[in-house]
């Protein structure tokens, strides 16, 4: 029988830094939750908004893959690599961190806010060498499916890491069901709703509640009005 932990997006920290407002869904920073500290592999996601004009200065990294989605607005990235790149809403990029690397991350826009979900995932290798990738996502295939948007394999749709992992993104329509089989035996899933309310094997979820799912083969996901979601199935064990 599946078993379920169900985060609802008013559990999650908070810090307001006035240039961030930041919400973590796992402990981070100075948010310490003794039982939040992770999903399996999942180690970190906030939903971040950067104020116009403000960002990350460059800070290190080391054995994380770091997944950065952006929802609203661009982010424009520079790193120890010699990467140096504006993401947009639409696109997905991915760090392997691996034995270190240095980046920062700044809206470039004088004008507007920028929002995005940044996700780390502990990898499967250690000190691996860091890299690098980015891509715009074709958001038609969303629309009542599952569109996958990393893989393992690079040769595979999405932006590829150093785990066996995948994520979803889905936009269905009201009243619009679909069942989601897990990858890979030993994996969970965690589900958070970017917008609308969904049905997920009976739990009703609102924006940016999320649900974690482990010990099941399939799953039945329902939108009770049109909605948003990001699916990550993920190794329950590092």
Known sequence: MATK?????DTRGHADHGW??????????????PDR???????????????????FG???????EIITIPFEGDLAHKDSMGNSSIIKSGDIQVMSAGSGIQHSEFNPNADQPTKLFQI????????????????SLDAS??????AQILSPKPEDEGVWIHQDAWFYLADFDADYSK????????????LIVISGTLN???QELNRRDAIGITDFESITISAKTDAKFLIMDIPMTI
């Open 141 to 146: 295939k969303q629309k009542n499916d599952f």
């Open 20 to 33: 961030l407002n930041a919400y973590h869904s796992f402990s981070f920073a100075n948010w310490y939750h």
């Open 37 to 55: 500290i992770q999903f399996g592999t999942l180690r970190v996601l906030n939903d971040d908004t950067i104020a116009a004009g403000m960002g």
């Open 58 to 64: 460059t800070h290190p990294h080391n054995n994380m």
């Open 5 to 9: 932990v169900v985060h609802t997006a």
């Open 179 to 190: 069942n989601y089989t897990v990858k890979k035996d030993g994996n969970g899933v965690y």
């Open 200 to 202: 997920v094997d009976g």
């Open 120 to 135: 780390w995932l502990f990898p499967k290798t250690q000190n691996v060498t860091p890299r690098y990738q980015q891509i």
